[in-house]
């Protein structure tokens, strides 16, 4: 499928054509991945996660980024990935959403891209429904699917993340001294 090929409709978002998107692409598997450029804040190297009991499945536990506790999502898990441990090898791409600052586990980052917004097509025009994905960047080499970090999680899910970033620990979640 050809960006040039769809009605103007499909393409997002409506800028001048001069206009340039910047992206950050990341990998999972083979997969590629972006998020706007403009909610990183950066990328570091993987480190242990703390589980948080009662937050839903795709959140995996919580970090400790420079004194800010931040909740990370198993990206994997919501796109129907193999499961695996975190790798060393592994990153965390921290990101800011409507509800906070979180961090995603990542095999790795690819870098920043840059490229007319006429190479993004709207996910609407590809399926119905198809979660967090918000469109698709139709590369020479392929394709980069758009993550909307701010539907990762439904409503529901984003309730259970809160009241579990909340809760107070009880002494049975405390690990003896």
């Not at 990998?27 to 009662?54: E, N």
């Amino acid at each position: 499928m050809k960006a040039a090929s769809q009605s103007p409709a499909a393409v997002l978002p409506a800028h001048p054509l001069s206009a340039l998107a910047q992206w950050v692409v990341f990998g999972l598997d083979a997969g590629r991945y972006a998020i706007p450029l403009s909610v990183v804040q950066r990328v570091v190297r993987a480190a242990q996660v703390t589980p948080l009991p009662l937050a839903p499945s795709v959140v995996i536990g919580a970090i400790d980024i420079e004194g800010r506790v931040l909740p990370v999502f198993n990206v994997r898990r919501r796109f129907r990935l193999p499961e695996r441990d975190i790798d060393p090898g592994d990153h965390f791409l921290i990101a800011n959403t409507a509800r906070g600052t979180v961090a995603l586990v990542i095999d790795m980052a690819h870098g920043v891209l840059e490229c007319p917004d006429a190479t993004t097509v709207d996910a609407a025009m590809i399926a119905t429904d198809i979660g967090p994905i918000s469109g698709v960047l139709v590369l020479r080499d392929g394709l980069v699917l758009i993550h909307d970090l701010d539907r990762f999680l439904s409503p529901d899910e984003a309730r259970a993340l809160e009241d579990a970033m909340n809760r107070e620990p009880s002494h049975a979640d405390q690990e003896p001294v």
